[in-house]
């Protein structure tokens, strides 16, 4: 049976929470779409609009992790950090859901949120 070291599997487990976070926007965003209007004009009609939900890069991230020049997991504070507007269009409310799902499998998971904005309270 193959075996996975355990950075590799905090590596994949780390993955696994973007990529629930970037679904939960997708379907979010689905349904509200609030920027679409404001790009419709005389000369472009909404089926030239495309929409890209939730898009999240991971590519830098994987590199950095593959580098081994991170902080070694026992050593870090946070297990992951938000940084950004703390607004509803931002995802931050799935954010919260998403971590509790994560904190059901680690309870110990420490999560950071770096910003401002009207969901600050």
């Not at 590799?8 to 689905?30: G, P």
């Not at 799935?94 to 110990?108: A, F, P, T």
Request: charged content about 30%; aromatic content about 10%.
């Amino acid at each position: 049976m193959p075996t996975i070291s355990l950075s590799r599997c905090q590596t994949i487990y780390s993955l696994y929470k973007v990529n629930l976070f970037a679904k939960a926007l997708e379907k979010r965003d689905k349904n509200q779409q609030p920027d679409v209007e404001k790009f419709i004009t005389k000369r472009r009609n909404r089926d030239k609009i495309v929409v890209i939900y939730g898009g999240v890069d991971i590519g830098h991230s994987e590199e950095y992790l593959a580098s081994g020049n991170g902080i070694p997991i026992e050593k870090r504070k946070y297990d992951a950090c938000f940084v950004g507007r703390f607004h509803p269009q931002k995802g931050v409310l799935e954010l919260i859901d998403i971590w509790k799902m994560v904190c059901k499998d680690n309870s110990y998971a420490k999560l950071a949120m770096i910003g401002i904005g009207p969901l600050e309270k």
